[in-house]
């Protein structure tokens, strides 16, 4: 069984910097590409970075220069690096892997950019 497992997240300062992590079990990790979404109550949910298993990034819009997506393949953990945040960027974050034919998601952590 797969399960993604996030931790950090919280309230920052704009301008600020927070760390997201996801540990994941039940897959081969090193083999998988990883997702980071973000949803805003109200709005669909949208993609933030991606991972390639060959460790190939790729950035939304936004975020690009300040977030940076990054994976352990021996802690089998995806991290977010998110820096310069903005009060744009506030959003529940989900981590996220296609494996077995469907999409497992992680439980999702509340980013609050804020003064």
């Known amino acids: 069984q797969v399960h993604l497992v996030q931790s950090g997240g919280g309230l920052v300062q704009p301008g600020g910097s927070l760390r997201l992590s996801c540990a994941a079990s039940g897959i081969n990790f090193k083999l998988y590409a990883l997702k980071w979404y973000r949803q805003v109550a109200g709005k669909e949910r949208e993609l933030v970075a991606n991972?390639?298993?060959?460790?190939?990034?790729n950035y939304a819009d936004s975020n690009k220069g300040r977030f940076t997506i990054s994976r352990d393949n021996v802690r089998n953990t995806l991290y977010l690096d998110m820096n310069s945040l903005k009060p744009e960027d506030t959003a529940v974050y989900y981590c996220?892997?296609?494996?077995?034919?469907?999409?497992?998601w992680g439980q999702g952590t509340q980013v609050t950019v804020s003064s």
């Open positions: 996220s892997t296609f494996a077995y034919g469907r999409n497992f």
């Open positions: 991972i390639t298993s060959g460790h190939e990034r």
